[in-house]
């Protein structure tokens, strides 16, 4: 029996037809699911709830992924567990993306419940740590 509070997982991501399924997905994994269609949306939306986790996509309009990324970090608070996820697959992408501290870095297109094994994973150690 899981006694410990919600999991709190932030999807930033413009493209709602990927966003609707997985958001499903995830609560059916037990998380609380809020969503951000744009970076300033998902910025605003993490200072207020204080996610466990963001999915991350990287191009996105009003800011971009690596933009989101650089507040996080630059938060008071703890910062959350970090998966970028982006059709950006080149290995520069990559490579900025860890540089800067990001948890995971998954390609589009992905399996669902690839990336929902990766926030479990993620979270699961977290409350270990």
């Given amino acids: 029996m899981n006694i410990s ?3 709190r997982v932030l999807i930033i991501d413009d493209d709602e ?5 997985l958001q499903m997905a995830l609560e059916a994994a037990g998380y609380q699911v809020l969503t951000a269609h744009d970076g300033n949306e998902g910025v605003m939306k993490i200072e207020r709830d204080a996610p466990d986790l963001v999915l991350l996509d990287l191009v996105m ?6 933009a989101v990324l650089d507040s996080i970090i630059n938060q008071k608070h703890r910062a959350p567990r970090i ?5 950006n697959t080149e290995a520069k992408y990559r490579e900025l993306a860890l540089e800067r501290g990001v948890d995971r870095f998954i390609p ?19 409350s270990t740590e």
Avoid: C, H, W
Avoid at 17 to 21: A, R, V
């Fill in 61 to 66: 309009p009003r800011r971009s992924g690596f």
């Fill in 83 to 87: 998966i970028m996820v982006t059709g």
């Fill in 108 to 126: 589009k297109p992905y399996q669902i419940d690839d990336l929902v094994e990766a926030v479990n994973e993620l979270l699961k150690s977290e």
């Fill in 5 to 7: 509070p919600q999991k």
């Fill in 17 to 21: 037809g990927l966003t609707e399924p």
